[in-house]
């Protein structure tokens, strides 16, 4: 069973545009979600979240956690056509020190 | 920038063949990881490692996988007898001393193409 669903699967936006990338997770012991930006091979490390409510930002890039609801989004404001890539969430568990990743989304600023 | 360097970057191997993926992680980290990725397909863990033995493993990582760290420097993961199936992007993966549920740094990728 997927622990971590990321939508939308794809998604094919305009440079200049806000997107927002959702990703949900169900799991016991969670300890931190995290997010990845996924280019032509490796996973870059983006935003770590353990707490809810409280922002992280870099950039045109932001991220919030809900862990009441149990999800997080990402936030892409004034995006670039160096935005293009897959973006994959990650959850870690407080047992264990594995990342479940979900299926990413693939974004694709065209100019 | 220190970062977590994988070789080779392509792999092609015949079915039945041993295959060892070679990995130097971040220097002053102590957690290591495999992951990897069949195209199309989510990034799956496979193993960790902390402290010269296994510390946690799917139930991708069977008999056939076996990891190591041979000297100060490396991380290898071997396949004994590679199957069709085992074609992936395999990612090497560290992290920090008491960070191991935090961020881990990943390295560019080993593309194995098992024919």
């Known amino acids: 069973e997927d622990k971590v669903v990321q939508s939308p699967l794809s998604l094919v936006v305009h440079e200049g545009d806000t997107v927002t990338l959702n990703c949900s997770y169900e799991?016991?012991?969670?300890?931190?979600l995290l997010w990845y930006k996924q280019e032509k091979k490796a996973p870059t490390f983006l935003f770590m979240l353990?707490?809810?409510?409280i922002e992280k930002k870099s950039g045109r890039l932001s991220s919030i956690l809900d862990k009441k609801e149990l999800f997080s989004i990402l936030n892409i404001t004034a995006t670039q056509t160096g935005d293009s890539a897959v973006y994959l969430c990650?959850?870690?568990?407080?047992?264990?020190?594995?990342?479940?990743f979900g299926t990413g989304t693939s974004l694709t600023v065209i100019p | 920038e220190p970062e977590v360097t994988q070789t080779p970057s392509h792999q092609v191997t015949q079915m039945g063949q041993e295959v060892i993926l070679r990995c130097v992680p971040i220097?002053?980290?102590?957690?290591f990881y495999w992951y990897r990725q069949i195209l199309g397909q989510k990034v799956e863990f496979l193993v960790s490692?902390?402290?010269?033995?296994?510390?946690?493993k799917s139930e991708i990582f069977d008999d056939q996988f076996s990891v190591e760290r041979p000297d100060g420097s490396n991380f290898t993961l071997k396949i004994r007898s590679t199957k069709l199936e085992d074609s992936a992007m395999y990612f090497c993966?560290?992290?920090?001393?008491?960070?191991?549920?935090?961020?881990?740094?990943f390295g560019q990728g080993t593309r194995l193409t098992v024919v």
């Open positions: 993966a560290s992290s920090e001393p008491r960070r191991a549920q935090h961020e881990a740094f």
């Open positions: 799991v016991t012991n969670f300890r931190s």
């Open positions: 353990t707490s809810s409510g």
């Open positions: 990650a959850v870690s568990l407080e047992v264990g020190n594995q990342f479940y």
């Open positions: 220097s002053n980290h102590l957690y």
């Open positions: 490692f902390y402290n010269n033995e296994i510390s946690e």
